[in-house]
């Protein structure tokens, strides 16, 4: 019996050590929830194991919590959408090498009734509007990117982000969580349109709220990929960082990214060449 | 409503199919929890049975502490190892962080305290005839001690299956230190969280009813292993 356990021991050491040797580099990411709930990574991964031979590992958080990770060296390579944030973050040396990727857009959500009468307005006077009308709006308060956007949105309005007012609710959870919120407050948020698509079809064709504002160029969102920056963080694999990130801007994965669908529709635009 | 339904037809579609990514959480999940729950238990009975069968002066303020570590919030243990365990942090250089074994080292500290406590209290509790009989017995104070231990052997057990319904059904610490990562660290209850987060309801009720049959074999076992060792 002690034998057997001797030998069972040693063969999966053995085993363990093989595969340890034998196993494929593996670089780690910090992403947005965006990239992950609709699906993207997974859909991308395979494509960019073949073509490196690297394993990409990712944890998905919102964008602040993926720029703190990034700063404790705790990965090599993010994926975000937060171009304030980010700028920021380079220019304080913790990332390095920042390229736009690709974007996809925000859309203004609320009851289809729209008691604020915001249906087509632009997104700053939208906003206005719904203050003017003390109607809830539901925040993600969470520093995701989607959260960040809004602010600067409120900015650009030419108003203090609300924050203690009665109408204002912030969350702090999730894009889905957020867009229930607004659905069983009859309120208005700000959401990412890859998420609001899913929302759409979980709710069969009869979501309690619906998109009011499209297409303002305000409601641009870009993500970037950025390298830690191997000058702070000594153990970052700083290589197979650039790799994904030559990767991500090529012409080949630039086209994959278009050609990702979510229930029929089109979700990421490739700009890498902007 | 008819996720609610969907979500139970679900759960045994993703058993029965062999789905790949729910065993992937399953394997994640019993393979942290295990190894969480044996380290527990090797450090946690001793402790415990010492705490519980010793007499030293401050006994009642330690067991105290260890009893309000019994509350002890899953997303604060996460927080502080997570800046153990950092690649910044004092222990950065293991590299732990987004491992299961980082996962473990967290559960380990949520889970102690339970194993401590309730072995010290089954000990302690335990009949004060039995010392008595052991004494007239001839006993000197080392068989004394494994006795008592011996006879606490169910106490344990139960301390265990509480550890382990701990363990298994947390969620604050897997996120922050396992980070979810697919084929990795993903457990079913970060799997659960993230479907929920996805608005995929019916998958997140099916994960958690799997967890339910998981914890439900474990507690088969358990009391199987105790009907057994009665006869």
């Known amino acids: ?274 | 409503m008819d996720y609610i339904a969907q979500g139970v037809i679900q759960a045994f579609v993703l058993l029965w199919t062999g789905d790949e990514e729910t065993w992937s959480a399953i394997y994640t999940t019993v393979k942290m929890s295990s190894i969480s729950i044996a380290v527990c238990l090797a450090l946690g009975t001793p402790l415990g049975f010492i705490l519980g069968y010793a007499d030293f002066p401050g006994k009642k303020g330690v067991r105290t502490v260890v009893n309000t570590l019994l509350a002890l919030p899953t997303v604060a243990v996460g927080l502080v190892v997570y800046a153990f365990i950092s690649r910044r942090g004092p222990l950065g250089e293991l590299g732990l962080l987004f491992t299961v074994s980082g996962m473990a080292v967290g559960q380990i500290i949520l889970a102690l305290p339970v194993v401590v406590a309730l072995t010290a209290n089954a000990v302690e509790s335990m009949d004060e005839r039995l010392r008595l009989t052991l004494l007239t017995l001839g006993a000197d104070g080392k068989r004394l001690a494994l006795s008592t231990l011996y006879e606490a052997r169910y106490a344990v057990l139960l301390a265990a299956a509480n550890a382990y319904g701990r363990v298994i059904s947390e969620v604050g610490v897997s996120m922050m230190l396992g980070g979810n990562i697919k084929w990795h660290t993903r457990t079913i209850t970060t799997a659960i969280s993230l479907e929920t987060g996805k608005g995929e309801f019916a998958l997140g009720i099916a994960l958690g009813l799997v967890l339910l049959i998981l914890a439900f074999a474990v507690n088969s076992v358990l009391s199987l292993a105790r009907q057994r060792a009665t006869i």
């Open chain 1, 1 to 274: 019996m002690k034998r057997t356990m001797r030998i069972l021991s040693l063969v999966t050491l053995v085993l363990m050590l093989a595969t340890a040797a034998f196993a494929a580099p593996v670089l780690r990411m910090a992403t947005t929830t965006s990239t992950e709930d609709t699906g993207l990574l997974d859909y991308m991964e395979p494509f960019f194991r073949q073509a490196t031979g690297i394993e990409l590992q990712w944890v998905a958080v919102g964008t602040g919590k993926a720029l703190e990770l990034g700063k404790n060296c705790d990965v090599d390579v993010l994926l975000v959408h937060a171009p304030s944030a980010e700028k920021i973050y380079v220019q304080e040396g913790h990332g390095v090498n920042r390229r736009q990727v690709m974007y996809n857009d925000f859309v203004l959500l609320g009851p289809a009734a729209d008691p604020a009468k915001v249906k087509g307005l632009a997104v700053g006077e939208a906003l206005k509007a719904i203050a003017a009308a003390k109607q809830p709006f539901v925040s993600r308060g969470d520093k995701s990117g989607t959260h960040v956007a809004e602010l600067v949105l409120w900015k650009g309005a030419g108003m203090e982000a609300p924050d203690k007012d009665a109408w204002y609710i912030s969350t702090g959870q999730g894009m889905i969580q957020t867009i229930n919120v607004a659905g069983e407050k009859n309120g208005y948020t700000l959401a990412d349109r890859g998420t609001f698509i899913k929302y759409e079809a979980n709710a069969k064709g009869n979501p309690p709220v619906v998109i009011l504002v499209e297409g303002d160029s305000a409601l641009r969102n870009q993500y970037s990929v950025i390298a830690v920056n191997p000058a702070k963080c000594a153990n970052v694999q700083y290589d197979l960082a650039l790799k994904y990130a030559d990767w991500m801007v090529s012409p080949e994965t630039q086209k994959l990214i278009a050609d990702f669908k979510l229930e029929g529709k089109q979700l990421f635009f490739p700009n890498a060449d902007e």
